[in-house]
């Protein structure tokens, strides 16, 4: 092989590889954050597009998403925009605030509880600005509530999405819901199954 044609085809191997690694941000960007939490009960993700929130709902038959987004937080747009596909698809949407809080009290934690606790929900997409942090408080009171882990446990199973780990507040919000959890709301064990009707 000449040192022409080594030049050609490594020229051609550096394209190819840059084309690869632009249509993985592409995807990346495109559905930020996206993962299966529960395979046919549970999602999350970051904000998305709405057209991506209707492709969503449509291949994992999503009834409910989640919006832990304060008002308007993400820009008064793209709240309109994020409501037109996902009604539109057919799908409930719930905006539900969550403020940033460590303990897991309040009307906000009463009112997911209620939604999680309802079949008619599922299955579910739960997001926030990055997919992250309230995301994962959301997903740990599933976990606690219905598949029997701890806190630590539920954190731990989660993506990072380039993070070490979670930061403190997501861990005291767990902690603090998994041991309310014993007093305040009814026994869960085995209502799992109740879910997935």
Not at 101 to 121: F, I, R
Not at 181 to 188: D, M, W, Y
Request: one cysteine or more; aromatic letters at 10%; glycine letters at 8%.
């Amino acid at each position: 092989m000449t040192a022409k044609s080594r030049a050609m085809l490594l020229l051609g191997l550096v394209a190819l590889g840059l084309s690869v690694a632009g249509y993985a941000y592409q995807q990346h960007k495109r559905y930020g954050h996206f993962a299966v939490h529960d395979q046919g009960m549970v999602y999350r993700s970051a904000w998305l597009q709405g057209e991506v929130f209707a492709e969503l709902i449509s291949k994992y038959q999503i009834r409910t998403i989640v919006n832990l987004c304060n008002p308007d937080e993400m820009g008064r747009e793209r709240c309109l925009d994020q409501r037109q596909f996902v009604r539109g698809s057919g799908a409930n949407l719930v905006e539900l605030p969550l403020p940033p809080t460590t303990l897991a009290e309040g009307p906000e934690v009463e009112q997911l509880v209620k939604l999680l606790s309802n079949p008619d929900s599922y299955p579910i997409l739960v997001h926030c600005q990055h997919g992250v942090t309230r995301t994962a408080k959301v997903l740990a009171m599933y976990d606690i509530l219905y598949r029997g882990k701890s806190a630590e446990a539920s954190l731990a199973a989660q993506p990072l999405f380039g993070r070490e780990s979670y930061n403190v507040a997501v861990y005291a919000f767990a902690r603090d819901f998994e041991q309310r959890n014993r007093k305040l709301f009814p026994q869960t064990a085995g209502a799992l199954d109740r879910l997935r009707r």
